[in-house]
């Protein structure tokens, strides 16, 4: 098993890449970990006449805070980094969802940018930026712009980006004080993508009202799915039991998974649910300063 | 298309001037160009970690990765830890402690093996069982593994400190 034959080009910048993405965009693929494309390419279910190997470029591989008290991640950052990182605890899901991608190998290969571009039903980053509000900076020779990460997942495996647009980084809002967030995934075994996935981030105020709320679901549609009913159930109460319940209910209707290998549709709606009041959970007791273990179940 | 293309790769602290089609994987390369068998080939797609080899001292899966991409990295293979024709410790631990049953997976555990050991050198169980998470060993000597990184963490401590 060995991937069709193509052209290869190695890009040392950020210049380098657009120039040929405008030359190459149209018949090319863009190299990132490899961890996905590789396969496919091996697979013989992608053949791209030109590959271009963004490996080596720097600018995309830095994570920096930015003027507003945001963060912003280079497409090129590994899943390893983003494990090791230390992040502060408002962010502790970042932590929670690097360290069950895949085994040490896959994690030291594999990207942000390249996860989200891959848009697996199933990815763990995905879900994780659609709880944050995250955005996404796309560059192109033509220029750039920035999107809401909802609008980057079409379809499985399809993004919104043209054939020559590069996802340079993405953004992480502020977030405010009070904020918690949490990650859990549920694997059939150790190194494999999630039978189902949710992430959340919650903002209590002082006196216990949910300010703000992002609900992100994993392996429960054909894209990454945000829960905007249960998100607005929740906005706005005081998060009484019985109003989280409903929300539980509301996460499983909103969703649509798919039965696989995995599991059965009931089975994935039973287990997003639960992930999701867990999550929620875990969440709130961070977001009070305790230290809480989650990742996978 | 270019059928070849020249490159130079740095294996086990050797330099390899080679021509090699920029779509050939670095696995095939490594067994099928340069003689080097540890890194084996197995299940092809990233799942099993018979194919482990070390970039710049971390453990990736040579399967899933194109030669090409290896230009000026430092490559590892199992054959680069053997010094003077002698094992390595953590071969050597291997060996003692049964955890080298078929074989076909040893190589890729011992070069992760020694990446965990550069980087952690006195592991929990717990951390090992997290950094050999990537291999799979169908005899089922875990245990016997597991047993080999504490061992071999031992021995190499004890090196150090010249004991
Ligand atoms: C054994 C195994 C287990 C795995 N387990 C998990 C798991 O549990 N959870 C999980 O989330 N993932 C998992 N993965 C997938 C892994 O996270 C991949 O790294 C990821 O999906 C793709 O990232 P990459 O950097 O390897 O991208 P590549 O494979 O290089 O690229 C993927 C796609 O995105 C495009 N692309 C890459 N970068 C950019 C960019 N900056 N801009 C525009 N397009 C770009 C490429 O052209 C390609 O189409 C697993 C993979 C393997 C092999």
């Given amino acids: ?297 | 298309m270019k059928q070849r293309v020249p490159i130079s790769l740095t294996v086990n602290g050797e330099i390899h001037e080679l021509f090699i089609p920029p779509w050939q994987l670095l696995l095939d390369t490594l067994r099928d160009e340069l003689g080097l068998t540890g890194a084996k080939r197995c299940c092809i797609e990233g799942q099993c970690g018979a194919c482990t080899v070390l970039i710049d001292g971390k453990p990736i899966n040579s399967c899933l990765y194109l030669t090409i991409e290896a230009q000026n990295q430092e490559i590892v293979t199992a054959e680069g830890l053997v010094e003077d024709g002698k094992p390595h410790p953590i071969q050597k631990a291997f060996v003692e402690r049964g955890a080298v049953q078929c074989g076909f997976c040893t190589p890729g555990l011992v070069v992760a093996t020694k990446a965990l050991l550069d980087q952690n050198p006195n592991p929990t169980e717990d951390e090992i069982r997290i950094a050999l998470s990537g291999h799979l060993c169908r005899c089922g000597a875990y245990v016997q593994i597991t047993e080999a990184v504490m061992a071999a963490a031992r021995e190499t401590a004890q090196k150090e400190v010249g004991v």
């Fill in chain 1, 1 to 297: 098993m060995f991937p069709a034959r193509f052209n290869y080009y190695r890009a040392e910048s950020l210049p380098e890449v657009l120039d040929l993405l405008a030359r190459h965009g149209s018949e090319g693929k863009i190299l990132a970990g490899g961890q996905s494309v590789i396969p496919l390419m091996k697979l013989r279910l992608a053949s791209p006449a030109v590959l271009i190997d963004i490996n080596r470029v720097r600018e995309l591989q830095a994570i920096a805070g930015d003027e507003r008290g945001g963060l912003r991640i280079g497409a090129l950052t590994r899943h390893h980094h983003m494990e090791i990182k230390k992040w502060p605890r408002s962010l502790a899901l970042l932590m929670d969802a690097a360290r069950d991608i895949g085994d040490p190998q896959v994690r030291n290969l594999g990207t942000v940018g390249g996860a989200l571009a891959e848009v697996d039903p199933a990815g763990d980053w995905g879900p994780v930026m659609l709880s944050l509000g995250a955005r996404v900076r796309a560059v192109s020779p033509k220029g750039e712009r920035t999107l809401p990460i909802d609008e980057l997942f079409v379809d499985a495996f399809t993004t919104c980006l043209a054939e020559d647009e590069l996802l340079r980084e993405v953004e992480i809002p502020p977030l405010s004080d009070g904020t918690g967030t949490a990650y859990l995934k549920m694997e059939r075994k150790a190194g494999d993508f999630a039978i189902a996935s949710a992430a959340v981030r919650v903002n209590r105020s002082p006196d216990g009202r949910c300010q703000d709320v992002g609900i992100g679901l994993g392996g429960v549609g054909l894209v990454p799915l945000r829960a905007r009913g249960a998100e607005d159930l929740l906005r706005g109460s005081n998060l009484e039991e019985e109003l989280i319940r409903e929300a539980e209910e509301s996460v499983r209707k909103e969703c649509e998974p798919l039965a696989d290998i995995r599991g059965s549709v009931e089975f994935k709606r039973q287990v997003v649910g639960v992930l999701f009041r867990r999550a929620l959970k875990i969440a709130l007791r961070r977001a009070q300063g305790e230290e809480v273990e989650a990742g996978h179940v």
